[in-house]
């Protein structure tokens, strides 16, 4: 697995790398607050050399020159700044932006001390390409930072405490004990499982690659699970109950059962019930859900775990055709996985 995307943190951090590797000195822009509508998000990265050329992003443009100057300094003297600036509503306008904002962009060296911040960014990649999340925590005040990984973390109290307030979301500077930290969550990407190569499957799969997931197909009938169909995807022709099981989904993976045939669709729906999995949902008719759901609780699925699927699958937007109940299905996905379904379901209700 590869993290891909031109200003990914990946690509951004094998720039720095590659000008490391060249004895240019690297120093890394990073968004640390937003306010409004802010060009760019919290976490978004730049990085920039001593001759001042840069890749990533920051701002979508607006205010690079400033960032770019001041990492130039930053590389020359090591010393890490913080940069305030407020995009007006006129310009917000010219960026396609509905109104302006204010963002706060932290420099710091990454070549510096053996490129010691530069080590700790390329494991933040390594932790990535194995499927592992992780939390970079600076404290903006000692300009120290560690590296710590969800899935062997201490269980220090804060540890835990930071890294609650951030959840899996969006990073976010705190303050702890009279210290400012910013805490940067590096995800790995997002899954999306799908039981059975239909019709409705072939507008999924590009629609779930533009919005970041890496698309997974489970078939088991020859005539479905050609590669034909799903050029450059994955494909498990094995039965869905013992390939979801396989293909082991946790809290960043979504599995959608489409094929209406309990046989095929109910097993991987109890593989995926039995998991992490952060969206589940099946396709078909509010009778066909409960009809599933039914099913499922002569099999012994207790109620509170079949309230997980979500049925009919996809948002409720009145959705007709493969393509439009695939953007639905994505949407919810993405809606769940941001916690922001309640707020959509009442808006839309």
């Known amino acids: 697995m590869t993290i891909l995307g031109t200003d990914s943190i990946a690509a951004v951090i094998s720039q720095a790398r590659e000008w490391s590797d060249q004895g240019l000195g690297v120093s890394l822009g990073t968004v640390i607050a937003t306010w409004r509508s802010a060009p760019r998000t ?58 302006g904002g204010k963002i706060q962009v932290r420099t710091e060296s990454i070549t510096h001390d053996g490129g010691a911040l530069l080590k700790i960014y390329l494991l933040v990649i390594s932790r990535l390409n194995q499927g592992e999340s992780c939390y970079l925590i600076t404290n903006l005040e000692s300009g120290r930072s560690e590296l710590i990984v969800e899935e062997d973390r201490s269980n220090s109290e804060r540890d835990n405490y930071l890294i609650e307030c951030v959840g899996r979301k969006e990073p976010k500077v705190l303050e702890l004990k009279g210290q400012r930290i910013f805490v940067n969550v590096f995800n790995h990407p997002t899954r999306m499982i799908i039981l059975g190569g239909v019709h409705i499957a072939q507008a999924l799969v590009p629609i779930a690659k533009l919005s970041g997931f890496e698309p997974i197909i489970i078939e088991p009938r020859p005539a479905f699970a050609l590669q034909s169909r799903f050029p450059g995807v994955k494909i498990v022709s094995e039965t869905t109950g013992k390939a979801v099981k396989m293909l082991a989904p946790d809290n960043r993976t979504a599995v959608v059962a489409l094929t209406h045939n309990p046989d095929h669709d109910d097993p991987g729906l109890l593989s995926a019930l039995d998991s992490s999995a952060f969206y589940i949902a ?68």
């Not at 396709?283 to 009919?312: A, C, F, M, W, Y």
């Not at 948002?315 to 769940?336: D, H, K, R, Y």
């Open 42 to 99: 919290v976490g978004s990265v730049v990085v920039v050399n001593e001759r001042g050329e840069f890749f990533g992003s920051v701002s979508g443009g607006c205010v690079e020159a400033a960032v770019i100057q001041a990492s130039i300094e930053t590389i020359s003297d090591g010393v890490s700044r913080e940069l305030s600036f407020g995009v007006t509503d006129d310009f917000a306008w010219s960026l396609g932006l509905a109104c």
């Open 282 to 349: 099946a396709l078909g008719s509010t009778k066909s859900q409960n009809q599933r759901l039914l099913r499922l609780s002569n099999l012994g699925v207790d109620s509170k775990t079949l309230e997980r699927i979500h049925g009919p699958a996809g948002l409720s937007i009145g959705a007709t055709g493969p393509a439009e109940i695939a953007i639905s299905i994505v949407a919810e996905a993405i809606a769940v996985l941001r916690g922001k379904l309640l707020e959509l379901d009442n808006a839309i209700g």
